[in-house]
């Protein structure tokens, strides 16, 4: 963590020095509190992101708020996919919904964030509200089916952040989504995830 | 029509990158060094002499000023430099030009220039430009600043000549900002980098590992505003890009979107969400803190650019079914539908003098950047690309920076607004995206 620190101290002290070589403006870039691992995917980097975040001391905070969640069945299953130009939640998305639906109505402590994703076609503050069109869908969807309004959180990440990197119809199905992140419950400090 | 595609390649590298490197592993770099190609330009440049300048050294650093502002103007496709040892002199004060000579060598236009150490320290930089035809002085003219300036300075002389030969005011002396992508999903890494209008100074804004996305320049050039998701939610931040200073200024639930400054740099308009998902165009006091609800309609309002009277908005929605743009004053009200041709017109940007928008359309296929004559409704699209995104006009109005995707990575580019010129402006390693054009300086 030490390290860390005096990393970030010899960074700002070059970006300064660089400034005054370059000439024009000396901007101190400023780097955000790592946060911890996005998806269930590689949780095993939470405990990490967890240190660099504390390292950085400041900012704003890290989340260290994500866990594991339910793994039985239908509920390993945290993405939900749609077609283009899309909101509508429809095919094996109907069942998924609904897994998770029962879990979070029964086990109302559970918390979720819902992760509205597009694909890259577009305008991309347009993709951002057609992502956030998706996360509210699926929000519906749960509050429909008894999930209550404090366990759900929605963002929309638009095409920021495809999951496939390619650029044909292929990738753009997979980028078209939401994904169901499990949060850490309210009230409870953050456990790092079983890797 | 006269495009004229052409690859000359004017090598503008950053330097940060190495000079970072230096600082440890851990350190993070602007890596998206902007490379500059002409991918179109006028059939007939303009032919010009950048004669070395004399130098003041060390004091310059080593600077070629004569360089930079060969680069800018051939940057510009507008301008064809007389390659140095076809010159027949070397001349660095306007008396010293033999104009009959240069006529000789097929350039129309002379740039001498030279520079000096004053009493106190500051470097000056005098050029003047002779028109070999006519034999007259166009211009004489000095800039002065510290040493760290100079490429400042020579950017001015290169707006200078632009504007005297072509009329209006060149936009060398401006910044961009844009954002950098790299690595692969679920790992991407995100920089928001500033850098000259060359691409050339880049410094690092923000290094995030969650997107970062929207930058917008304050009227005044001194603040950035953006959004960052490093919170994992979204955030709208504005930055004093000088120091690095920023605060949060929205972050509301559900979409945190879309930052603009007003005209008078006192408010931004913002998109604002809500949990309950329903994206709207807000205002944002940035002195009061206080926030007026510009539109309020259950479809996706997003996208807000002021009217450089600060009168009204334009705004993407697709209240209609598809997007399209529309106008509503800056009071709120009933909007105006702007855009009728096609079915996806977003993204609404609008030049300084209010007679022009530029968008995103979706035309035979492809995602391209059009304009709009505001006045009589005409619209012409200007790119050729399949996704190409984000248009930010150059403060002079003459150019448009956007971005593109080209062999599946992002690169930025700019079109003239007359569709004639075209530049690539393509990073070693990272994608670059969004990017926004500064205004002018003071």
Not at chain 1, 70 to 86: C, E, K, M, N, W
Not at chain 2, 74 to 99: C, D
Request: hydrophobic share 40%.
């Amino acid at each position: 963590m030490a390290e860390q620190r005096s990393i970030n101290q010899i960074l700002a002290l070059l970006v300064v020095a660089l400034g005054l070589t370059l000439g024009g403006c000396g901007s101190k870039p400023v780097k955000p509190a790592p946060s911890t691992a996005q998806t269930e995917s590689n949780a095993g980097a939470q405990s990490e992101g967890a240190n660099a975040a504390n390292a950085a001391g400041g900012g704003v905070a890290g989340n260290q708020d994500e866990t594991t969640g339910p793994q039985a069945g239908l509920l390993a299953t945290r993405i939900v996919y749609f077609d283009f130009d899309s909101a509508v939640i429809q095919g094996a998305g109907v069942d998924v919904v609904a897994a998770h639906a029962k879990y979070l109505a029964a086990n109302p402590q559970a918390r979720v964030r819902l992760e509205g994703n597009t694909d890259e076609r577009g305008s991309r503050e347009y993709n951002i509200g057609l992502g956030d069109r998706r996360a509210q869908s699926v929000r519906r969807a749960l509050l429909l089916q008894g999930v209550a309004e404090g366990q759900l959180t929605t963002v929309s990440y638009g095409e920021e952040r495809p999951a496939d990197p390619g650029h044909d119809e292929a990738a753009w199905a997979k980028n078209r989504r939401v994904e169901i992140v499990y949060l850490t419950p309210a009230g409870q400090p953050a456990v790092p995830a079983k890797p | 029509m006269h495009r004229c595609p052409n690859r000359l390649t004017l090598r503008a590298w950053l330097t940060l990158a190495a000079v970072l490197a230096i600082g440890g592993g851990a350190a993070p770099e602007a890596r998206a060094a902007l490379q500059i190609e002409i991918t179109s330009g006028v059939r007939d440049p303009i032919p010009i002499a950048i004669v070395p300048f004399a130098p003041a050294s060390p004091a310059d650093g080593g600077l070629d000023v004569a360089g930079v502002v060969q680069h800018d103007l051939e940057g510009s496709g507008r301008f064809r430099a007389l390659p140095r040892e076809r010159m027949p002199a070397t001349p660095t004060r306007a008396e010293a030009i033999s104009a009959a000579d240069w006529k000789g060598v097929g350039s129309d236009y002379v740039a001498v220039g030279r520079l000096a150490v004053l009493e106190n320290g500051t470097l000056a930089v005098d050029f003047d430009l002779v028109n070999t035809l006519t034999g007259v002085r166009l211009a004489t003219q000095r800039f002065t600043g510290p040493a760290s300036a100079l490429r400042n300075a020579a950017h001015r002389v290169s707006d200078a000549i632009y504007q005297k030969i072509l009329g209006v005011r060149g936009a060398f002396a401006t910044r961009i900002a844009y954002v950098s992508i790299d690595g692969a999903p679920p790992a991407q890494h995100y920089q928001l980098i500033v850098a000259d209008a060359d691409g050339e100074n880049a410094h690092l804004i923000l290094d995030s590992r969650f997107p970062i996305m929207s930058p917008a320049w304050s009227p005044d050039g001194q603040w950035l505003a953006y959004v960052s998701f490093e919170s994992k939610l979204s955030g709208v931040y504005v930055q004093r890009v000088r120091t690095g200073e920023r605060s949060l200024v929205s972050a509301r639930a559900g979409i945190n979107g879309a930052p603009a400054w007003s005209p008078d740099g006192r408010k931004l308009a913002l998109t604002l969400g809500g949990s309950n998902g329903n994206p709207d165009i807000y205002v944002l006091d940035l002195t009061t803190q206080g926030l007026t609800r510009i539109t309020d309609d259950p479809a996706i309002d997003t996208e807000p650019e002021w009217a450089p009277d600060g009168r009204s908005l334009y705004f993407t929605s697709d209240r209609a079914g598809s997007p399209q743009i529309y106008q509503i004053s800056a009071s709120g009200g009933r909007p105006k539908r702007i855009t009728f041709e096609g079915n996806y017109n977003a993204r609404p940007r609008v030049s300084a003098d209010g007679s022009t928008l530029a968008m995103v359309t979706l035309d035979g296929g492809g995602y391209r950047i059009a304009v709009q004559d505001l006045a009589t409704g005409a619209v012409r699209v200007l790119s050729h690309g399949h996704l190409d995104e984000s248009p930010s006009f150059a403060p002079n109005g003459a150019t448009l920076l956007y971005s593109q995707r080209e062999s599946s990575r992002g690169t930025l580019a700019t079109i003239s607004v007359d569709g004639l010129t075209g530049l690539r402006l393509k990073a070693q390693q990272a994608a670059v995206c969004d990017p926004a054009w500064g205004p002018f300086g003071t």
